[in-house]
């Protein structure tokens, strides 16, 4: 297919970007992180969705040396940032099946000199799906390494308390699906203080993802969830804007 041999060229043409989502802490109200998010521009076509690729790239393989490009680049740009903001970056299920992720992992903080705390590894449910004991073992040693691990999209799995059993993850993003509805839906705001106060009880940080509404976050903050991040605060934005963004406020 055309757009799987445009994907495997894409690297060597230098078409990827990473685009940073700024992550705020809700009791200084200060950008304490970034996440990373991959951005493809097609020379022809323009930009490509990120959830139109990233299937092709985990069913080709190809997410294994993009991945590794991604940390690379993450934490190279993470690394020029003033004081200890945190760089997220999302790991596929698939970088899990590839025995050189804790190798890539190591030699993008060595190659970036960025100090291991700073990063953090977004993993989503299927990493721990089936007990995988392999991908358990792989997360023990990507901690020995001094990073954090974040689970991503928490709620929207089969059996996410199982995980919190499994592994002793160091932050959960509230998918955006609660946070949207948080005191609109009595559900959603039910399940959104139940998880804040389970995380709270673990010691577990909690991000609420997709915040888009001042309401949404006056709700979140009440229920005591830790970090912010969505449209409400800003957009993905390009390294350079990044920069800008960090010299404004200090
Ligand atoms: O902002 P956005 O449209 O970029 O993200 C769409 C989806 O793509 C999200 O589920 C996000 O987790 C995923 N995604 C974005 N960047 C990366 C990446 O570098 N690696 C992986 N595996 N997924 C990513
Ligand atoms: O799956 P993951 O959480 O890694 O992906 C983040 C995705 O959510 C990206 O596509 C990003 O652009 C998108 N996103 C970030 N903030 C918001 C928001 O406030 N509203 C909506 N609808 N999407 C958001
Ligand atoms: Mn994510
Ligand atoms: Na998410």
Redesign the pocket.
């Known amino acids: 297919r055309k757009r799987e041999n445009d994907l495997r060229e894409a690297l060597a043409r230098g078409e990827f970007t990473l685009a940073y989502q700024p992550q705020i802490d809700a009791a200084a109200n200060r950008i304490c992180g970034f996440e990373?998010?991959?951005r493809w521009n097609h020379p022809i076509d323009g930009p490509v969705?990120?959830?139109d690729f990233?299937p092709l790239a985990e069913e080709t393989g190809l997410?294994n040396p993009i991945?590794a490009w991604?940390l690379r680049q993450a934490c190279v740009e993470a690394a020029g940032w003033p004081g200890r903001l945190r760089i997220a970056?999302?790991?596929?299920p698939i970088q899990f099946r590839n025995r050189d992720l804790v190798g890539s992992v190591q030699s993008a903080l060595r190659n970036s000199g960025l100090p291991p705390e700073r990063l953090e590894l977004e993993i989503t449910e299927g990493v721990l799906l089936a007990d995988n004991e392999a991908n358990l073992a792989t997360l023990h040693e990507l901690r020995a390494l001094g990073v954090r691990i974040a689970m991503?999209d928490f709620g929207t799995g089969y059996s996410s308390l199982s995980y919190l059993r499994a592994f002793p993850f160091d932050k959960i993003k509230i998918d955006r699906s609660f946070v949207s509805q948080v005191g609109e839906s009595l559900h959603c705001t039910a399940i959104v203080r139940a998880v804040t106060g389970l995380a709270a009880s673990l010691g577990i940080v909690t991000t609420a993802e997709g915040v888009e509404t001042a309401a949404q976050l006056a709700h979140l903050r009440a229920e005591g969830c830790n970090e912010m991040q969505g449209f409400l605060f800003s957009r993905?934005i390009g390294a350079s804007q990044v920069l800008d963004l960090l010299s404004r406020n200090g």
């Open positions: 990373a998010l991959l969705p990120p959830t990233i997410i991945g991604v970056v999302n790991l596929s991503d993905p």
